[in-house]
């Protein structure tokens, strides 16, 4: 069985719309989508077998790899906050020597994979690019580097020393850094306007704008962010960045949970993406927020990684902070875990079954017990509403299968997962 086969056979497949497709061969030219066929009801000779629903592969916008080593460490009962969380965080990070770092990058990258997670959208603050890039390649999937501009607050090792240090440091990995492989791209981010100041907010801004640069900010997830920032500077963190230029088609607004009307109207007007992130959110009581803008999911603080739950969680959440159900159906959500992730993070010719489309493919098997039962007219109901990171059979980046019957094809996840948080800690 060849881990880079030319021919697929799904037996169902969701090519947008409300409905999946049954019978799908998609003809595969290297990493590229070559043909599409439907209504082929027995797999042509040859042709790999994937039996369940197969997606677009699967897009995390917004990631901090190394708070995987977190996960389970900080729900003890003790009436904390966001802010509790985060003194836990800086713990962590300061452990996060390059050795220790790579190997947690490169087993949570794995678990990502193994859940159907193709391209990841790193945030990254610890600037260890080279050893990202590494991990993400080891682990078989794409990679959208946001290196983060981080100027004040925070620990010494998230921050540059100015605005023009991190624009030099940027043009440095342009010139001779890792960022040169055809699986890895790169974007710019605003930590938060905590971290940067308008005018220096500003400046990430141009510096993205003139490259084609996708640009990423953290706004507005606390309360107490949205209060400081008004004292501080008289506006919110969405209007200041408006003013600073950083809004566009470009934009994407991680989180977004406490913004005002006036600033989901700037965000509307700019065609910006927002980036809900709802497992992190609930577990650090930021709250729920409404979705400003074009919706994409991430994993964020690790806190579990499944692009399913994440996307079940916008509606159901919504229905709990409305008294209303369906306002999110399961096509909008699996399009912003596909073709909406894939264009934020600077691949818009990924995230869909298309010709000329990236050949990254999501398998999810309807065998187990949580999806047994289904109907092939509500597979993607079912998917979405009902299934999870274990239910994910197979994955294909690029053409080349990561992940066969579950297992991915050449790392031992959990283990490698034990290894990695245990030495994050000793
Ligand atoms: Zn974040």
Redesign the pocket.
């Known amino acids: 069985v060849s881990d880079a086969p030319s021919t697929l056979w799904c037996e169902l497949a969701w090519l947008g719309g409300d409905r999946p497709v049954a019978g799908v061969v998609i003809e595969l030219d290297g990493a590229r989508i070559a043909a599409v066929a439907t209504g082929v009801a027995l797999p042509p000779a040859g042709a790999a077998q994937l039996g369940g629903l197969t997606l677009p592969g699967l897009a995390n916008a917004?990631s901090?790899c190394f708070q995987r080593a977190l996960r389970g460490r900080t729900e003890a009962p003790a009436r904390g906050s966001f802010w509790t969380w985060r003194s836990e965080m800086y713990a962590l990070a300061e452990r996060m020597d390059e050795a220790r770092y790579e190997a947690l990058a490169r087993a949570t990258f794995a678990e990502m994979a193994l859940a159907g997670i193709t391209l990841v959208g790193e945030?990254d603050y610890l600037h260890h690019s080279a050893a990202t890039v590494r991990a993400a390649a080891a682990a078989g999937v794409r990679l959208t580097l946001i290196d983060a501009c981080y100027l004040e607050g925070g620990l010494a090792r998230f921050r540059d020393a100015s605005v023009e240090h991190w624009c030099a440091r940027m043009q440095q990995l342009e010139r001779s850094g890792p960022l040169g492989g055809e699986r890895v791209r790169p974007a710019a981010a605003i930590h938060s306007l905590r971290a940067v100041t308008p005018p220096d907010a500003a400046r990430v801004a141009a510096f993205a704008a003139e490259r084609d640069w996708p640009l990423h900010a953290?706004v507005s997830?606390q309360v107490r962010e949205n209060a400081e920032v008004l004292e501080r500077y008289g506006a919110t963190p969405t209007a200041l960045l408006a003013a600073a230029g950083a809004l566009s088609a470009r934009f994407t607004a991680?989180?977004a949970t406490h913004m005002s009307s006036a600033d989901l109207a700037l965000m509307a007007a700019a065609e910006a993406y927002c980036c809900m992130?709802p497992t992190?959110e609930r577990d650090l009581a930021d709250g729920i927020g409404p979705v400003a803008g074009r919706l994409t999911l991430?994993s964020?603080?690790q806190s579990i990684i499944d692009p399913f739950e994440e996307a079940r969680a916008v509606e159901l959440d919504h229905r709990l902070a409305t008294g209303t159900r369906g306002s999110f159906g399961a096509a909008q959500l699996a399009g912003a875990l596909t073709v909406d992730g894939y264009a934020s993070l600077g691949w818009s010719e990924g995230g869909t079954i298309t010709v000329g489309a990236l050949a990254d493919l999501s398998t999810v098997s309807l065998g187990g017990v949580a999806l047994a039962g289904t109907a092939a007219d509500h597979a993607l109901e079912s998917v979405i509403f009902a299934g999870g990171a274990t239910d994910v059979s197979d994955v294909f980046v690029g053409g080349r299968r990561v992940v066969r019957d579950g297992a991915h094809v050449s790392i031992d996840v959990a283990a490698e997962l034990a290894d990695a948080v245990t030495r994050a800690w000793s």
């Open positions: 917004h901090h945030f953290h997830e991680v989180h992130c992190t991430g964020d603080s």
